[in-house]
T-cell receptor, first 114, second 116 residues
């Protein structure tokens, strides 16, 4: 079974530029999560999708971050404009529908804003 | 809301020595508890979890963790570590009874370094 796929693996941009990350979850997984992991910290949930609907985006900085999951499969996370403090690893995870289901994480995209 | 505190940011240990990685949590509701491991340049992998039942849970590679409700702790232990256990370990919690347990609150992480 293929795992959660993320691209690109690495990205370097200048502040005020825009950037997008892509995530393809495990086939059939209804729930998709985006986490932000700043160096030296644990991952922090940004947004949770159930199929193509948003379940929780309370910690997403909506003035600059946006995310979508069209057709309830893959997802994109966008930052526009980027700030220095957005430098982090962005992790995508997915889980099947149902009670007590484990989330599986991708390898992440490491973003450096200079 | 929940919070997680991992009491040690780095733990160096020699091969074949025992190790304990400490985790305390705070929550006003019942929670599920997890330990994840992150090897260099890899994604997070679930190591073990406590959902209910026996408070002592084990992983397939010799780690164990004990849920202590009175002390709100979920420390991770291994009696004899290997070089290959070198990684970053994250303690995490989620509210119990949810439809999935991917909505997690993580601790800051503990880097375990095993020396020969």
């Amino acid at each position: 079974e293929a795992g959660v796929a993320q691209s690109p693996r690495y990205k370097i941009i200048e502040k005020r530029q825009s950037v997008a990350f892509w995530c393809n979850p495990i086939s059939g997984h209804a729930t998709l999560y985006w986490y932000q992991q700043i160096l030296g910290q644990g991952p922090k949930l940004l947004i949770q999708f159930q199929n193509n609907g948003v379940v929780d985006d309370s910690q997403l900085p909506k003035d600059r971050f946006s995310a979508e999951r069209l057709k309830g499969v893959d997802s994109t996370l966008k930052i526009q404009p980027a700030k220095l403090e957005d430098s982090a690893v962005y992790l995508c995870a997915s889980s099947p529908q149902g009670a007590n289901t484990e989330a599986f994480f991708g390898q992440g995209t490491r973003l450096t804003v200079v | 809301a929940q919070s997680v505190t991992q009491l040690d940011s780095q733990v160096p240990v020699f091969e074949e020595a025992p190790v304990e990685l400490r985790c305390n949590y705070s929550s006003s509701v019942s929670v599920y508890l997890f330990w994840y491991v992150q090897y260099p340049n890899q994604g997070l992998q679930l190591l073990l979890k406590y959902l209910s039942g026996s408070t002592l849970v084990e992983s397939i590679n010799g780690f164990e963790a004990e849920f202590n409700k009175s002390q709100t702790s979920f420390h991770l232990r291994k009696p004899s570590v290997h070089i290959s256990d070198t990684a970053e370990y994250f303690c995490a919690v989620t509210r119990s009874g949810g439809t999935s347990y991917g909505k997690l609150t993580f601790g800051q992480g503990t880097i375990l370094t095993v020396h020969p």
